[in-house]
């Protein structure tokens, strides 16, 4: 990494560059900027990967169902879907250990998991009853 990147003084409040030991090139903002602090990503032999800072304006998750073209259960012993009512959520149900993860984005300020035997009628918006108690 020093090979790469010899006597660089990474500078707050300003656009810095990483060159990493593959050769990638990571331009970034050091500072206290609200934004996504990676700004490009160019790997040698790609154009480069210009990056939307923005957290607003990113997609929220999503996903499409798994199917098992056999028919009856998955062979991952899984299934992965998006809830259609509700966007930036993401429901994976594990039937080898009968548990479901829900992973809730729909609030993008708020987000909330989920970890539930199944059968189970939590879904998305995760509640509070399906949310795991907290440890004070």
Not at 59 to 65: C, E, I, N, R
Not at 73 to 78: C, D, Q
Not at 91 to 117: E, F, G, H, Y
């Amino acid at each position: 990494m020093l090979a790469k990147n010899p006597q660089h003084t990474f500078a707050y409040g300003k656009d810095n560059t990483y060159t990493s030991p593959n050769g990638r090139v990571v331009k970034f903002f050091l500072g206290d900027d609200e934004l996504y602090p990676i700004i490009s990503v160019d790997d040698p032999g790609s154009p480069p990967l210009q990056i939307e800072r923005d957290y607003h304006k990113w997609p929220l998750a999503a996903a499409s169902p798994t199917s098992n073209p056999l028919g009856g259960v998955s062979p991952t012993g899984g299934e992965v879907r998006s809830d259609e009512k509700f966007r930036g959520c993401i429901i994976v149900d594990n039937t080898r250990m009968n548990q479901r993860l829900i992973l809730d984005s729909s609030d993008a300020q708020d987000p909330k998991r989920a970890r539930v035997l199944i059968p189970t009628e939590c879904g998305c918006p995760v509640t509070p009853s399906c949310q795991p108690l907290r440890l004070e």
